[in-house]
């Protein structure tokens, strides 16, 4: 049992260049999300998804984009990437939907570390 | 303004010394508020979940409470280790999450 994986853990890219960074659970849990942490702010959320085959938009979900094909995978693309993109992301998964409230356990993967020059 | 404040921003304590660390928070409705620990390079970890009805709740040397009615949490860190030198972030769930922005502790021998 992995709980929540990311990967890539660092990476840098050039304004203008689009990527993935990929996030996998295996708890077999319902809702999944990203979020981006900056400096002196909290968690921020981008998108999130409460089953396969939805989605749905956060608090700052532009310049991203998700899907959920599967219940394990939940990619987060970049489209043309900028620097205001600089940031720490996180994937979180939790067994349900309403997970904001109910007193499910919401688990984080370990983080992505992104720069964009 | 961060519908969830935390205090103090930072904060250095000796090893075996106590420490609280305070969440104000202005999100209505509540639902529940949870305290994270999150080690320098690594995800959040979840520490304690209170919902409404819960004034404390307990995990080893962690100890956070809630006052619903004043819209305040502690967390309350007793004989602090070195491996408690962490961020702790509060939070507080209504209609969605939203999370404080932390508090940095160290614990220094």
């Known amino acids: 049992n992995a709980g929540v994986t990311q990967t890539p853990k660092f990476q840098v890219l050039k304004t203008g260049q689009s990527m993935t960074l990929q996030c996998a659970q295996d708890m077999n849990h ?3 999300s990203w979020y981006r942490q900056d400096p002196g702010m909290g968690l921020r959320l981008i998108h999130y998804s409460v089953g396969a085959g ?3 938009q956060g608090e700052v979900p532009n310049g ?3 899907s959920r094909s ?3 995978d939940f990619p987060l693309r970049l489209l043309s990437a900028a620097p205001s993109q600089t940031s720490v992301y996180f994937c979180a998964s939790s067994y349900s939907s309403q997970a904001k409230f109910s007193g499910n356990t919401i688990y984080f993967g ?3 570390w992104l720069t964009v020059v | 303004k961060n519908q969830v404040e935390q205090s ?6 000796l090893e075996r010394k106590n420490c609280t660390l305070q969440c104000n928070y202005t999100v209505s ?3 529940n508020l949870r305290w994270y620990k999150q080690d320098t390079g690594r995800g959040p970890v979840s520490l304690t979940i209170m919902t409404f009805s819960e004034n404390t709740k307990s995990n080893g040397r962690y100890t956070a409470t809630l006052d619903a009615d004043t819209k305040q949490s502690s967390l309350h860190i007793t004989a602090s280790q070195l491996s408690d030198s962490a961020s702790y972030i509060c939070v507080v769930s209504a209609n969605d999450m939203r999370f404080g922005a ?3 502790l160290t614990v220094k021998p």
């Open chain 1, 30 to 32: 319902e809702y999944m």
């Open chain 1, 54 to 56: 939805i989605t749905d």
């Open chain 1, 64 to 66: 991203y984009n998700v």
């Open chain 1, 70 to 72: 599967t219940t394990e």
């Open chain 1, 110 to 112: 370990e983080g992505s």
């Open chain 2, 8 to 13: 103090p921003q930072s904060l250095i304590i």
């Open chain 2, 29 to 31: 409705p509540f639902s």
């Open chain 2, 102 to 104: 932390g508090t940095r």
